[in-house]
């Protein structure tokens, strides 16, 4: 019997109508050698029996617990023999003819494309989810033209090559793709599609577009669920380890990477939080003196040393969680790290001249950062281009 030609993995986590939509687009296109694979990560909602009573064919993975879109993938791929692999969000719904353009795209694409990305655009059909992405110079990446009407954003052709094609609709050849590793299941969720196109480009692969295959989405239905601050810690530690992984020469990029998260954290903890004067004053200031009085040697002694400053505010502690994580596991991004750049085939010179890192104030503090002396001297040498947020998506 031969292997299946694409096997299109969704991943569901207490998602029950949702996914239930997405599998009714997806099951209506289905032609011989293709098949659907729902991996359930622990849902609570009756999704499993209600998949299993609508979609006996539909080959499902109960997982039993949260295990991330990374996770999920992961268990699925293992378990797959299909010539090709779509990734697809659960809130998405393809329109007609998405499953047989995103199959001849990889089918008909040289031997060197490893992935291609299809459109994503919001429920209406009419704004920009995803026509192709950017990605900045520390880790993060924006979808172009995000939110912004259809055709009021330049396009990319069938078959142009993009950096990164969106893990929540597209299609790659299962063989490369498990050979470099698959997706990062340190990531759980967010730019681990991003850090995969990454090192396909620098493996030697490319990655192409196809705006046939068209999908609507709600945009964060699941990941809404997570609460804000506990995505933030996914984005920010993703980035980072993005960065360390791939970057050809540390050297070059550490400078402005780690200046800038530096810069982002000082800005949430002096401007964010309680008694943050005490962060910023300088040594020997009256309030110190003050503080080696009679009467504060008393009090400490009494009840205690009370706090020099308090850290309160979510979004200065979600970088410092972030952050934490990036120090726990220094070995093991510094193991992964090898394994890609051995990899390497491709110099981040010549995939950035195709697509130039983005320099985007983005967060609280940015333009100020990125306008400065010494944030000029730490960019990296690699290709840039400075844009403004709003020139890359409606905010």
């Not at 909602?45 to 997982?63: E, F, Q």
């Not at 699925?76 to 719904?93: E, G, P, Q, Y």
Request: net charge neutral; hydrophobic share 45%; aromatic share 10%.
């Amino acid at each position: 019997m031969s292997a299946p030609v694409a096997d299109i993995i969704i991943v569901n986590w207490n998602s029950r109508d949702d996914t239930l939509a997405c599998l009714d687009a997806v099951s209506s296109q289905l032609s011989e050698g293709e098949m659907i694979t729902v991996v359930d990560n622990g849902s609570t909602d009756g999704s499993i029996g209600a998949i299993a009573g609508r979609y006996p064919n539909v080959r499902l993975l109960p997982l039993g617990a949260n295990h991330g879109f990374t996770g999920g993938l992961a268990a699925a791929l293992v378990r797959s023999c299909a010539r090709n692999v779509i990734f697809l969000n659960n809130d998405a719904v393809p329109e007609p003819g998405w499953l047989e353009a995103m199959v001849d795209a990889i089918e008909q694409a040289p031997d060197d494309v490893i992935s291609v990305g299809g459109k994503i655009v919001d429920p209406s059909g009419t704004l920009i989810d995803f026509i192709g992405g950017a990605l900045t110079f520390d880790g993060h990446a924006f979808q172009n033209g995000f939110r912004y009407p259809l055709a009021s954003r330049p396009e990319p052709a069938a078959g142009a090559e993009i950096l990164f094609a969106c893990g929540g609709n597209m299609i790659s050849r299962r063989a490369p793709l498990l050979a470099l590793g698959g997706f990062d299941d340190d990531y759980f969720a967010y730019l681990e599609d991003v850090d995969f196109g990454w090192r396909s480009w620098l493996a030697g692969f490319r990655v192409l577009y196809e705006p046939r295959a068209v999908v609507r989405h709600k945009s964060s239905a699941t990941s809404q669920r997570l609460g804000d601050f506990e995505r933030g810690v996914l984005f920010e530690r993703n980035a980072l380890q993005t960065a360390l992984k791939n970057y050809e020469s540390l050297h070059d990029a550490s400078g402005a990477l780690f200046f800038t998260y530096l810069a982002r954290l000082h800005h949430y903890a002096t401007m964010r939080n309680g008694n943050a004067a005490e962060l910023t004053r300088e040594p020997f200031s009256k309030t110190a003196k003050a503080s080696r009085g009679l009467f504060a040697r008393a009090r400490r002694k009494l009840f205690g040393a009370k706090p020099l400053a308090t850290l309160d505010d979510p979004l200065t502690t979600m970088q410092f969680r972030a952050f934490e994580w990036i120090m726990a596991h220094g070995d093991r991004i510094a193991a992964k790290r090898a394994i890609v750049q051995r990899s390497r085939r491709r110099g981040d010179a010549e995939i950035f001249q195709r697509f130039p890192l983005q320099i985007v104030a983005t967060y609280p503090g940015d333009r100020a950062l990125m306008s400065g002396a010494l944030f000029d001297l730490l960019r990296p040498s690699l290709p840039t281009e400075e844009r403004t947020l709003s020139d890359i998506m409606r905010t």
